[in-house]
């Protein structure tokens, strides 16, 4: 194989080492001089042709000058040759392949024989018709208008707003000078000094080095300061944006141009200088709301006097198709209520309300303590007593009802482990009492005591029946929907009844849960309108992978895109009816009028009911806890989490009662 193959690159090598030699002077020679020069032009390489009227070398190098900016190479293909005596002319047909668009076109070629070769009648239009000596080819992308996300009743979230592009123009600032520049700039704006001097030093002489985009200037960052730098500038442009720098971040992603790792994983799709989404719902809808960039190829010659500016002319354009709209169900008023009530919460933490009679997300924020993250969506964490709603279920299917007698000690224990009622559990709760009181108070070692009846499988089931970990095939978003194990013994199976051990939720599946209580069947919940508008690929529900700890909270995997498949609705899974989500909204309202969430009796509006939560987590002790609740009110259901928060009532409490008095 290795001979051949060498024989085969030898051959070649003969064949374009020769000058367009002519096998005899008939056609035959005229038509294999002719083949040459179209396999020598789609190589850029004519080095070794015999050319008329240019140095061959000279040729080569403005062939080479020509075609550079165009960054590929063509196919080049010689069409009828026609014979006059000594000269032979015929078409070359062009086809390039410029961004996502096909250029093609013909040029004229004539070749005149001199003794035994056929020698190049070279002229700037063999390579292009109506290019100029001295004019060289590039490609101008025309970028596509990014399509809009858009919130409920078609309200824009992001869309083109202004901004200010800070940097420094090379243009504006002697060579010498430019490194001193960019360090001064990269100060001013906050980056990182070594590598935005690497990036304008390894800028060309016309550039214009981005290092900033401001929605406005700043104290701190204001005109007058940037252009104190020689070469400072600020361009006045627009680009897709939020109407905060902060709102909804986690969700909706962000825009800006893609960077060398975002280019080299898209197959050829961006470029440098594209625009590109990251994160959220701008990097998952990407293609959709990209578009598709039109390009032009341009002819431009260097300026003959200085200062002098050349004229270009435009040989090829394909026009951008915009980008297509996003549609989503957030409410623009309360997802930036929910971010106002987190702003002063130093942990992790979200808030998600939903319409319970149509499972439109209406607001998903996750606090400042999040770092970026989509807690709201994609954290996993114990739901601690807030599960009490599934364990209660479960066991209205196994005959109770809310006035059923449990009984609620102040310990119980399992295979050696000792479980209780949190700090500050009232006396008066203890002993036989109403299923209802005990769920208003979150009776912990009731619910343990009830794993005798109520199996591991059946706690499955009830969160299945209550929308929780199934499928959310609507949503069109990456989330984590909720995990329950459907097996589990001993201490586990008891922790479990108590939203620990290996049960995980999200803010977003706590709200999901309340939601079907509220809407008296299963909420499935949706957040983009028009995921269908994409390839099947890029839309749909991911969960992430972690791995839970002892006290059944989980850190976040890395890779929290990570596709986990969830089950829809099993068969074997009765949906929760409306009998049995009147008895749970009768044990949530409880929690409200005798338990402890009594401060949400003023809220205005409808009644609120509502499920605290307290989920231990970690090695401590006394244990951390996360900080949970959930709250149904009128047709809107809420989850309220905070990461190492304390307890629920008196930590996630507050913060739901202000959300809801000011939601209206």
């Not at 001089?33 to 008329?52: E, F, R």
Request: charged share 20%; aromatic share 4%; with cysteine.
């Amino acid at each position: 194989m290795g001979k051949t193959r060498t024989f085969v690159i030898g051959l070649a090598a003969i064949v374009m080492a020769g000058s367009l030699a002519a096998c005899d002077d008939g056609r035959s020679g005229a038509e294999g001089a002719a083949k040459q020069l179209a396999s020598s032009l789609a190589a850029l390489d004519v080095g070794q042709l015999a050319v008329d009227g240019k140095d061959a070398a000279a040729a080569n190098d403005e062939l080479k000058a020509v075609f550079e900016g165009l960054d590929a190479k063509p196919s080049v293909e010689s069409g009828e040759v026609k014979l006059d005596g000594g000269t032979a002319t015929f078409p070359l047909k062009y086809s390039w392949n410029v961004g996502s668009a096909k250029w093609e076109y013909s040029s004229q070629a004539t070749l005149k024989k001199s003794g035994d070769k056929w020698a190049v009648q070279w002229s700037p239009a063999l390579l292009a018709p109506e290019l100029s000596d001295g004019e060289t080819l590039s490609v101008k992308t025309v970028p596509a208008q990014r399509g809009q996300i858009l919130g409920a009743g078609d309200a824009p979230i992001v869309e083109d707003r202004p901004v200010f592009r800070v940097g420094i123009d090379k243009t504006k600032v002697p060579a010498e000078q430019a490194d001193a520049s960019a360090r001064a700039m990269a100060t001013l704006l906050g980056l990182d000094v070594e590598e935005y001097a690497k990036q304008v030093a390894a800028s060309g002489p016309q550039a214009f080095v981005e290092g900033l985009v401001l929605r406005a200037y700043t104290p701190e960052i204001t005109e007058a300061k940037i252009e104190a730098i020689p070469g400072g500038s600020s361009i006045l442009d627009s680009m897709a944006l939020a109407p905060t720098r902060t709102f909804a971040r986690a969700l909706l992603g962000s825009v800006g141009q893609a960077s060398a790792e975002q280019i080299e994983k898209s197959n050829g799709a961006l470029r440098a200088g594209d625009t590109t989404g990251t994160g959220g719902l701008q990097q998952k809808y990407d293609s959709l709301l990209r578009g598709k960039d039109g390009v032009e190829v341009i002819a431009s010659a260097k300026a003959k006097t200085e200062g002098e500016t050349p004229g270009t002319k435009v040989f090829f354009s394909s026009l951008p198709a915009p980008g297509t709209t996003l549609k989503t169900t957030l409410d623009l008023k309360l997802q930036q209520l929910a971010e106002e009530t987190l702003a002063g919460v130093g942990p992790a933490s979200a808030i998600v309300a939903l319409r319970p009679s149509t499972g439109a997300v209406l607001a998903a924020a996750s606090g400042p303590g999040s770092n970026g993250y989509n807690t709201a969506m994609l954290g996993q964490y114990a739901p601690g007593s807030t599960f009490k709603m599934v364990d209660s279920l479960a066991m209205f299917r196994n005959g109770a009802t809310p006035d059923s007698k449990v009984d609620c000690p102040a310990t119980v224990t399992v295979d050696g482990r000792t479980f209780k009622n949190a700090e500050g559990y009232p006396e008066s709760s203890l002993g036989s009492v109403a299923l209802r009181d005990a769920f208003a108070h979150s009776c912990n070692t009731a619910f343990i005591n009830a794993r005798d009846t109520v199996s591991q499988d059946q706690l499955e089931s009830a969160a299945q029946a209550l929308g929780v970990a199934v499928e959310a095939p609507k949503l069109g978003a990456d989330a984590f929907l909720g995990s329950v194990p459907g097996a589990a013994e001993g201490t586990e199976h008891a922790a479990s009844m108590i939203g620990q051990g290996k049960v995980l939720f999200s803010p977003l599946s706590a709200a999901v849960m309340a939601a079907s209580v509220a809407n008296g069947a299963p909420v499935s919940p949706q957040l983009v309108l028009n995921a269908d508008a994409v390839p099947a690929t890029a839309s749909g529900t991911t969960t992430s992978s972690a791995t839970p700890t002892e006290g059944g909270s989980a850190t976040p995997s890395a890779d929290s895109s990570t596709a986990s498949a969830l089950p829809a609705s099993p068969a074997s899974t009765k949906p929760i009816t409306k009998a049995e989500a009147a008895s749970l909204a009768d044990m949530m309202r409880a929690v409200v009028t005798s338990g402890h969430a009594g401060f949400l009796t003023s809220v205005p509006g409808a009644p609120v009911g509502a499920k605290t939560g307290t989920a231990e987590f970690g090695n401590d002790n006394p244990p951390k806890t996360h900080a949970w609740i959930v709250a149904t009110h009128g047709d809107l259901a809420v989850a309220v989490f905070v990461e190492d928060g304390g307890l629920g009532a008196t930590t996630s409490g507050p913060l739901l009662k202000t959300f809801l008095t000011a939601a209206g």
